[in-house]
RNA sequence: GCCGAGGUAGCUCAGCUGGUUAGAGCGCAGGAUUCAUAAUCCUGAGGUCGGCAGUUCAAGCCUGCCUCUCGGUACCA
């Protein structure tokens, strides 16, 4: 393995819309702090950068919804955000922001040479504006002729029908899905990421050459190599995010996935000014390790339009490893910060202080490597009572309970060993190795199952050896087996150091001793005897069914509010006049047939009777329906929509459905029962 | 629909390029023990490795089909 000099490592930059919830924390940055401190312990150079995300359409949108400004926002979760992690000892060496000077300069340094290299491609177009929507429509937005197929329902980048990738400006008969008008031309500039140029390099780069990243990360890239590469918009038409930095750019801004990764760059600079160091060798010095820990949704970046990006930029080193990992569910329940169906970070903090190592353990231990994985509180309570109380509290408390009693807290010598002890000291010696195995391959919860397999050694030990027997007949031995005991916890300071620090940091309080460095682990020599020992205390508390509960019935109570669903709802839309209501006819209508649209996940085919007459519909309701169950139901439908072919069906009119936060369905229909034909209105 | 990742003991997960009676932790049962927050230590029960077919001397691991979960993508008048 290549001996690096230094270590770049990023966390992936939480969305400042939000505070960070336990599935961020398992997924980023637990493991990418875990990683951080070892190294750190290993004597490394090491960087650890992290920071909020604050620009992006989502932050303006709920800057609208709440009559505030998008600063407002960013900086009341950045705030919260960087407050949470700091409690809970992420040890980021810089923890900043997107809306900092200094990224904003960085971010448009980084457009503007690539913009000047040619690196990018320009795009100065007539693109379609919907003027009733007043915004330029992508691609998708648009439909209308296929000049090959003469398909009428052909989209802005491909038809459906022959296949043929288009371009807007080809349709005839151009449609925006919007407003349903004829889009105007209207000219504007944006700049593209040619990642099909970079196509081939990163198939050699990642498929060939980095064949040890993870399944999860390396499968889903060569679904995105394999399906082809294409051009990616690096600017936008919004007034919110970094500006475009050069002329005629006004009202443009990077889009948020160019800006946002280079925000590493940024507040590693920004480290650098206050540190008074050099930043460049932690980004362009090939002899730095690189590494990234983000979450599933965000491998796609990380691993091919991020690395694309550096190297077109040129000096940049690429990532070694991107260690994505899977979601984390709550409760047997997919986690929400729309439906509140979260443990949120900063509240854990209040409801559990001085528990940080008790999160940091279990989410470590349940660490979602593989699959997704299920955090519950009954688990977290077994967690903390059968392992962190029973196994490791019980040890150390043992050791040091027995050193007070027998010798007054001063560490006996150690005298001749048994091949019992010898045993016990050469497993303890093992299990550096393998701690170090499994955190260089981004094994957390194996390594740190291997750091408690110590603590199971000690207890072990203590029990076989029986030294509350042995003190009246055998002092000599006794004192021995009381050194090896305080040796092992010594050792326990140093392998729980990166999981567990606010736990070392009580273990060292006891012994009464300053940090190791993590390549004594295993020695038997870190407590010279003679040495005294503190006081001991309990370093972990049971956690009993009253706080379980209490944390049970605060989700019960999210689940409530969303089913009564006063939830927050959708703003009102624009008025319009009656004239406007009573063009629509909408009618009561019976379902007379069902059937599954075919290769289509949302699709259901009906046949329906509006008493007017009997038409099919096409309807996105199969993930709510099954067709069986809905043929003769009481629906209402809008008649007089125009047609729409939709996957080659045409689909004559529109069911009325009601949707909740969670995107299911449900009919819209007269409560008696007036057979079909009625109008609503 | 297409692409990707998963489906291994009650629960959460290991299982390297296919090779003897499939492992760990928790939970459960029985026993030992008392220095310790009734904590610990030992022993044991418990699995047709999602299903069906195939390749092979040999398959949890390879191939095909099917099925369920999660993610991406298409579609949702």
Redesign the pocket.
Known sequence: MKDFKRYTITSALPYANGPVHIGHLAGVYIPSDIYARYLRGKGKDVLFVGGSDEHGVPITIKAKNEGVTPQDIVDRYHGIIKKSFEALGISFDVYSRTTSETHHKTAGNFFKKLYEEGKLIEKSTEQYYDEEAQQFLAD?YIIGTCPHCNNE?A?G??C?SCGTSLSPMDLKNPKS??S?NLPIRKKTKHWYLPLDQHEDFLKQWILEENKDW???????????L??GLHPRAVSRDLSWGVPVPIDGAEGKVLYVWFDAPIGYISNTIEWAEKEGKDWEPYWKDKDTKLVHFIG??N??FHCIIFPAMLRAHGEYILPDNVPGN??L?LE?D?ISTSRNWAVWLHEYLVDFPEKQDVLRYVLA??M???????F?WK?FQ??N???????????????A??TQ?YYNGTVPVLGELSDYDKNAIAELASIKGKVEKSLETF?F??AL?EA??L??????????A????L?KTDAARVETILNIALQITANLTIVFEPFMPFTTAKLRKILNVSAYNWEQLGGMDLIPSGHTIATPF?????IEDAEIEAQMNKLMESKKLNATANAKSNPAKEEITFDDFVKMDIRTGTILEAEK???????LKLLVDTGVDKRT???????SYKPEDIIGKKVSI?IN????K??GIE?????L?AENES?ELGFVACEKDFGSGSEVR
């Not at 603590?455 to 029990?463: E, I, S, V």
């Not at 649209?597 to 699709?603: D, E, G, S």
């Open positions: 998708r329902e989209y980048d491909q459906e899905t919007l349903g993870k399944p999860n990360v390396y499968g889903q890239c060569k679904s995105w394999d399906s599933k949704d491998i796609v899977e979601f569910n047997n997919k231990a349940n979602p490597e593989a699959k997704d994985n299920d519950t688990d077994a967690r009572n059968n392992e962190l109380v029973a196994i490791l509290g019980n040890f150390v408390n043992r050791s309970v027995l009693k094994r919860r194996e199952k408690m397999s603590a199971r050694l000690g207890n072990k030990y203590l029990a076989d029986e030294p509350w027997k003190a309990l370093i972990f508390d049971k649209v075919p290769k289509t996940k949302k699709l519909v096409v309807s996105g309701i199969a993930e809008l929509l125009a047609p729409r939709i996957k689909s004559q009119g529109m069911i459905m995107g």
